[in-house]
T-cell receptor
């Protein structure tokens, strides 16, 4: 079965630009979460989408936004890029639902964003 | 909110030795504790998990123990091999009304296994 697919794998952007990252979860997984990973801060939670609704949000500025489509695919957008946004952005899908138990994450390979 | 502390941040062992990574959590309502392994340049992968109704779980050379009273859980790797070298993350999460299962992650432990 296909895993979590993230595109693109690498991106180089200039300060002030905006970027959109894409994530296709495992078929049947309706929960999609996004994380920012940096060497100094570990895994920082951005937001989670479930059935096209943002269900949880981390402590990131409004420049970071996302959405989920009816097929569970998700995108995240970062506007007005800053040098500090350089990081690995990981998408994770999960079977977690309102009624079900937690089954952990399956992560994508990530998008390496470099802001210059 | 939940706070997860993970120790040590770096662990260096000789091949064949055992390795133990410990995590503590603050929220007694947390009921699911997964461990992820992230090899250099790769995605984190779930390697083992434990729920609050179980005290210990094993899968070949890896095991996880949970002490709910003390609010800590540990990852044990026996007979370590060079391919065990990676960063290991612990996490804690809980089911909440509305179905939120967002885990809180530890800061990670870099395990280095010397041949």
């Amino acid at each position: 079965k296909a895993g979590v697919t993230q595109t693109p794998r690498y991106l180089i952007k200039t300060r002030g630009q905006q970027v959109t990252l894409s994530c296709s979860p495992i078929s049947g997984h309706r929960s999609v979460s996004w994380y920012q990973q940096t060497p100094g801060q570990g895994l920082q939670f951005l937001f989670e989408y479930f059935s096209e609704t943002q269900r949880n949000k981390g402590n990131f500025p409004g420049r970071f936004s996302g959405r989920q489509f009816s097929n569970s695919r998700s995108e995240m957008n970062v506007s007005t890029l800053e040098l500090g946004d350089s990081a690995l952005y990981l998408c994770a899908s999960s079977l977690a639902s309102k009624q079900g138990a937690d089954y952990g994450y399956t992560f994508g390979s990530g998008t390496r964003l470099t802001v210059v | 909110g939940e706070n997860v502390e993970q120790h040590p941040s770096t662990l260096s062992v000789q091949e064949g030795d055992s390795a133990v990574i410990k995590c503590t959590y603050s929220d007694s309502a947390s009921n699911y504790f997964p461990w992820y392994k992230q090899e250099l340049g790769k995605r984190p992968q779930l390697i083992i998990d434990i729920r609050s109704n179980v005290g210990e779980k094993k899968d070949q050379r890896i095991a996880v123990t949970l002490n709910k009273t003390a609010k800590h859980f540990s990852l044990h790797i026996t007979e370590t091999q060079p391919e065990d070298s990676a960063v290991y993350f612990c996490a804690a999460s809980k089911g909440e009304p509305g179905g939120s299962y967002i885990p809180t992650f530890g800061r990670g432990t870099s395990l280095i296994v010397h041949p």
